[in-house]
């Protein structure tokens, strides 16, 4: 089946590790999303790729990066994750077209030691 | 940005219909209402989407009234496994980009009781 895939589930890291989330996709979409999702709060938006164009949101953290090397594949980077990046980490998609709905992955949770 | 506000919580017996409100006062015209479905430890999942009057599908109906601030998101006879957060969204489409990406709301927390 078509569907959006989040590896690992679950990520431990440690303080100031830099830490690497996936997210790869067989729906063939343009628009890659990345979410954080804290405990009892909805999903906020980091950044996302329309193909290889790379949209960051204004308060996202510098400590956040991304990469999308292809059409299938996009990562979230935490360069020197802290105590408080331990969330829900979802991946999403969507064709870019207008109005068009976002698929989600499970999601990596991340907890930091 | 097209702000939604919902009702935090609501809590519903099994085989009621339930009905969740979502206000969008500053809707803009060329946007649609999206509802998500989220359960513990998942991805929200996309349940409907309506533009204006009624929409309905094999899982809920949704309710868009000619002024287009608010909508209603029913779902008849609701059981136990319907028990999640439910998310309401306004798309947010930006004169720079070509595409679309939404912002998502506090959500309702809807608790199905046997």
């Known amino acids: 089946d078509a569907m959006v895939i989040q590896n690992p589930r679950y990520q431990v890291t440690q303080f100031g590790k830099p830490v690497t989330l996936s997210c790869s996709q067989t729906?063939?979409?343009?628009?890659m999303y990345w979410y954080q999702q804290k405990s009892s709060q909805a999903p906020k938006l980091l950044f996302h790729?329309?193909?290889?164009?790379?949209?960051n949101e204004a308060d996202t953290p510098d400590n956040f990066q991304s990469r999308r090397p292809n059409t299938s594949f996009c990562f979230l980077d935490i360069r020197s994750p802290g105590l408080g990046d331990a969330a829900m980490y979802l991946c999403?998609?969507?064709?870019?077209?207008?109005?068009?709905?976002?698929?989600f992955g499970p999601g990596t949770r991340l907890l930091v030691l | 940005l097209a702000k939604t506000t919902q009702p935090i919580s609501m809590d519903s017996y099994e085989g009621q219909e339930v009905n969740i409100t979502c206000s969008h006062n500053?809707?803009?015209?060329?946007?649609?209402i999206t509802w998500y479905q989220q359960f513990p430890s998942q991805g929200p999942r996309f349940i409907i989407q309506?533009?204006?009057t009624k929409v309905t599908n094999e899982v809920a109906s949704l309710f868009i009234p000619a002024d287009r601030k608010s909508s209603t998101l029913s779902l008849p006879r609701v059981s136990l496994s319907d028990t999640a957060v439910y998310y309401c969204?306004?798309?947010?489409?930006?004169?720079?980009?070509?595409?679309?990406?939404?912002?998502f709301g506090p959500g309702t927390s809807l608790s199905v009781i046997p």
């Open positions: 999403a998609t969507s064709t870019g077209l207008e109005q068009e709905t976002q698929y």
């Open positions: 729906l063939n979409h343009n628009v």
């Open positions: 790729y329309y193909d290889k164009d790379f949209n």
């Open positions: 500053n809707i803009a015209t060329n946007d649609y």
């Open positions: 309506g533009y204006k």
């Open positions: 969204l306004v798309g947010d489409t930006t004169p720079e980009t070509s595409y679309d990406k939404v912002i």
